[in-house]
């Protein structure tokens, strides 16, 4: 059964720390996005990558977030340095390429939850 | 800038009830629609996909309808159960955004026995 998983599931940590996340996308899979959820702002996306490329990050705060693919079996999302505002429930979803079977559906992690203090 | 809104927020239903969810959007430019399910502490799981040339999707005692022109959908869940207790959200997928998605705030749905 091919799962997106996400590593950790939770995280508390103090204000300034730095708060690594990862994603490990569905073998075969080319394309990754990461997004927040809040209860205030609903599900945002914040980076997507097709092919380990980083297409679109507009979502994403620059000053303090980053996103990369190391390779195509890991994604990573890191905050540096973390703030109470980034309190959220992380998710990690994937996508099979183009030309195949639900192309266009995105397959779900089961998120990270982040507490900032 | 393409906005979707979910209405209601919250529904709290007996067993067995059949239910509307209803999802619109702003710039009916979609290549897509998409419900999903959210169970608590849970990711999203894919419930149905309309492509922008259909007019509704069946699965079970789901079906997803989709108005382009007037920029809606709506989700039926006929005979509903505790078991559909969840968060149902939809998605539209832009033309021309590659695979970015842009979601509703969700309803928040409550079958009580």
């Known amino acids: 059964d091919a799962r997106v998983t996400q590593t950790p599931r939770h995280k508390v940590t103090e204000m300034g720390q730095e708060v690594t996340m990862r994603c490990q996308p569905i073998l075969g899979h080319n394309t990754v996005f990461w997004y927040r959820q809040t209860m205030m702002q609903g599900l945002e996306l914040l980076a997507y990558f097709r092919n380990r490329a980083p297409l679109d990050d507009s979502g994403m705060p620059k000053d303090r977030f980053s996103a990369e693919m190391p390779d195509a079996t890991l994604a990573t999302l890191k905050i540096q340095p973390s703030e109470p505002r980034d309190s959220a429930v992380y998710f990690c979803?994937?996508?099979?390429?183009?030309?195949?079977?639900?192309?266009?559906?995105?397959?779900f992690g089961p998120g990270t939850r982040l507490l900032v203090l | 800038k393409q906005e979707v809104t979910q209405i209601p927020a919250a529904l709290s239903v007996p067993e067995g009830e059949n239910l509307v969810l209803n999802c619109s959007f702003t710039d009916s430019a979609i290549y897509n629609l998409q419900w999903f399910r959210q169970d608590p502490g849970k990711g999203l799981t894919s419930l149905l996909l309309i492509q922008s040339s259909q007019r509704e999707q069946t699965s079970g005692r789901l079906n997803a309808s989709l108005d382009k022109s007037s920029g809606r959908s709506t989700l039926y869940i006929a005979a509903s159960q505790p078991g559909d207790s969840a968060t149902y959200l939809c998605a539209v997928r832009p033309l021309n955004a590659g695979n970015m998605l842009t979601f509703g705030g969700g309803t928040r749905l409550m079958v009580k026995p």
């Open positions: 979803a994937s996508g099979p390429p183009a030309g195949t079977a639900y192309q266009e559906t995105q397959y």
